[in-house]
């Protein structure tokens, strides 16, 4: 029992990734606190769910002009530093937002500080996730040691989604909406303290006159060349277009459509953090990536459907129980997504292909918002849900017949990055030249 337990959490074992993963863990806690926060503070607010999807477009729009930047110096920058200085940046600007909702600055008749202090984050984030996303493979170095790393990652993500909404919904009731900022904004500061403690040696990276434009483009031509990760980053932003977006609609399906509070919408939100984290575990116990590519298709089905069904739910009970399901299976997709791409993608070329795949979820988050909230407060949010989910339903539907070609595809990149350890433990003999 004791070795199994260990070999679900192998990648805790390496200084630099345990230190990591304490210190984000605290971070994300306050993170899922001030989400579940804003969303319920601005429509309590405003009482308009076309701002509720505003605030969330804002606040993820810079990533389409910015992640592609942030994608080729994250090939060349000191990724460790970076991440420090991000992280000090967040820290400030939500302290900013707690001092505005205590004192009463941002309220019914000023809202304009939330739409620029969203903007603001938005950038942070945007230079922040390629980074971070390109930053675990230097914490582990091992690649082998890469889906465990990432499994791990997304259990204390699911772990902090667990808790953090029903902490955010108990303190909205208790306190204020303004206290929870500043609790996030406070949890930040055990992740600087653990970045500092990391110790990691970068080699030397060669001065080149190539441009930055000139990397941005060459990583967009080696991601459409290559079918899996063609695949991959337009399936995620389909995914998040219609379906991830469901979140921008939680405080009216809380409040309007099941008639209950902010510790209605806390444990909805925390349900799901109870899927996803079970599906975590079951990533992390895996040893390879071996019928990854099958299941993130058949996941994109399921988490359709239940999406479908959750948008006719009446019952608390049961749309906590739709949202197990959601949480599992959106997280399946999201996880095994990442897992797919850092295996098969080629060293050089790591930091542009994640800014794309943080750009087919940042870029299409805000977006998916905006059509969230524009449909909802048109024709309701229990028909926006409908409509949407089942484009993605269809979507989904169609990625059944390119199974075969996608672990074929998957299959040949890895043998040409010389990683099939990631794959499976024996020996992988190429594949015939016909295939």
């Known amino acids: ?180 900022f500043a609790i996030n904004a406070i949890s930040y500061i055990p992740v600087i303290i653990t970045l500092c403690m990391i110790r990691i040696s970068y080699p030397h990276v060669p001065k080149t006159s190539e441009s930055t434009i000139s990397k941005i483009v060459a990583g967009w031509r080696y991601s459409w060349h290559n079918f899996p990760i063609r695949f991959l980053v337009t399936n995620l ?15 009216i399906f809380a409040k309007d459509v099941l008639q209950g509070n902010s510790g209605t919408q806390g444990l909805l939100m925390s349900t799901v953090g109870i899927g996803a984290l079970t599906g975590s575990m079951i990533l992390a116990s895996r040893k390879n990536i071996k019928g990854m590519a099958p299941r993130l298709v058949l996941t994109g089905l399921a988490f359709s459907a239940a999406l479908i069904i959750f948008s006719f739910s009446r019952s608390v009970a049961f749309s906590m129980f739709l949202m197990l399901f959601i949480g599992f299976t959106g997280m399946m997709t999201m996880a095994s997504t990442n897992t797919l791409i850092q295996s098969v993608v080629s060293h050089e070329m790591r930091g542009r292909v994640i800014s794309l795949y943080t ?57 040409s990055a010389n990683n099939t350890s990631v794959y499976r433990t024996k020996v992988i003999t190429p594949l015939p030249q016909q295939l």
């Open 237 to 251: 932003a389909v995914y998040t277009l219609f379906g991830m977006s469901y979140t921008t609609l939680m405080p």
């Open 359 to 415: 750009m087919a979820f940042s870029s299409m988050s805000p977006f998916g918002s905006l059509l969230m909230g524009s449909l909802s407060s048109r024709i309701g949010a229990r028909y926006t849900l409908l409509i949407c989910a089942s484009i993605f339903l269809l979507w989904s539907l169609n990625g059944l017949r390119l199974i075969p070609h996608f672990k074929r595809s998957i299959l040949r990149m890895l043998i």
């Open 1 to 180: 029992m004791f070795s199994h337990i260990k070999s679900l959490f192998v990648s805790l074992t390496i200084r630099n990734y345990r230190l990591f993963f304490m210190g984000q863990g605290l971070s994300l806690i306050g993170t899922w606190i001030q989400r579940v926060t804003m969303g319920w503070f601005v429509y309590r607010l405003t009482g308009s769910a076309f701002l509720l999807g505003l605030v969330s477009f804002v606040s993820m729009i810079p990533s389409v002009f910015i992640s592609p930047f942030a994608g080729a110096w994250a090939d060349r920058w000191n990724r460790h530093h970076t991440m420090i200085i991000t992280q000090i940046a967040f820290f400030l600007e939500t302290s900013v937002l707690a001092v505005l909702v205590l004192t009463g600055v941002i309220n019914k008749d000023v809202r304009f500080p939330l739409l620029i202090l969203a903007a603001i984050q938005g950038i942070i984030e945007a230079i922040d996730a390629p980074i971070r996303q390109s930053f675990v493979i230097d914490l582990v170095q091992k690649r082998s040691m890469l889906p465990n790393a990432i499994a791990t990652n997304s259990a204390m993500f699911n772990g902090a989604r667990l808790i953090g909404p029903a902490v955010g919904g108990f303190l909205i009731i208790m306190f204020s909406e303004g206290v929870c």
